[in-house]
């Protein structure tokens, strides 16, 4: 019976996940012509490719470890409130809106003429050209990222027996010392959980790069885009994705969390 309930989740991987992965796999070995080529694997290893990868990576990187920084402090602070429920509800209704809108918020924030400029203006302030550049792109990025980062690090923090709290109090430590050696290594499986949320979706944006960075930022989402819709290239457009693939299961082995003994 279960082999049968399971049947419809296994058509849907098939069809929806290991077919298109399979199809890239196979749209990377073919040219604009349609013939079988290296050539695609052999140009993602030019210098070109290496530095939008590395570059990809550091944005994702500074992303992550933004998002962290925030969104750590905030999910500590959510599990000592009292109605825990409405404030994690206050940070996820965000995420019900398209990125496209929040994306269009930002613009008329950060524009020169935006909601900040105008606030800079009224206190006789120079405007400030905070569109188009890595500041907006990171800054949207992360308020995008942050309740994708709460919500992990929130449940493994509530989760926590508050009796190992409260015995490291007894036992002499400080709030300090609480924090830095009972609740943070307690936490650290969602923390690596956020890491993968979050790391692995930065390195491949692109819409992002486009609206409030100008196209000054270029990663290898950007670089898919372009393949696939501008030049039509499919092959390397497919052979930019394989590899994007294959780095995001490097991430997801590196910051794999520890299943729990039942």
Known sequence: MKRVLALPYLLWMVVFVILPVFLMIYYSFNDMSGNLT?????EFLSSNYIKMTLNSFWYAFLITVITL?????LALVISRLKHKTFWLLIIIIPTWINILLKTYAFIGILGINGILNSVLEKFGLMK???LFSDFAFITVAVYIFIPFMVLPIFNSINGINKN????SYDLGASKWEALTKVIIPLSLEGVKSGIQITFIPALSLFMLSR???GNKVVTLGTAIEQQFLTNENWGMGSTVGVFLILFMVFVMLVTRTKKESI
């Open 38 to 42: 290296l050539q695609n694997y052999a």
């Open 69 to 73: 920084i925030v969104s750590y402090p």
């Open 128 to 130: 400030i050209q905070l």
């Open 164 to 167: 190992l709290i409260w015995a």
């Open 211 to 213: 609206l409030v960075a």
